[in-house]
């Protein structure tokens, strides 16, 4: 499990998150992304296109890497403070809350890193 807080305002810190996720699923490991804080902003289509970080992978590659082998998750209270509905959302990224994350965090075998 990776979760992500940070958006343009800890640019590096966002894209080692992505960076992680997406080389853990390029090496056949179960991942979930959860976008929280800054980070949601992610979920929206065509917002990871406007990141840019000198040296380092696109960030959209990155999100559809996860997306194409993993799991991408939006924090509810994240997305209602922000106005966004699943129907806002890149396809494949769907809304969970707290409960959801206590759950998988606590599953067996679970490392969360959290960026």
Known sequence: MVKVTSGEDAAERCNQ???VAATAV???VD???WLTGEASWF???GEARKF???HAAP???L???VLAGGRVILC???AARRQLTEEDLVSGIRIAGAPAFVEEVTAEGVQALVY
């Open 76 to 78: 509810s209270q994240c």
């Open 52 to 54: 840019s970080l000198p």
């Open 63 to 65: 999100l559809e890497s």
């Open 59 to 61: 960030l959209h590659d």
């Open 17 to 19: 998150a992505f960076t």
């Open 26 to 28: 390029a090496s056949g």
């Open 43 to 45: 979920a929206v289509p």
């Open 31 to 33: 991942v979930s992304l």
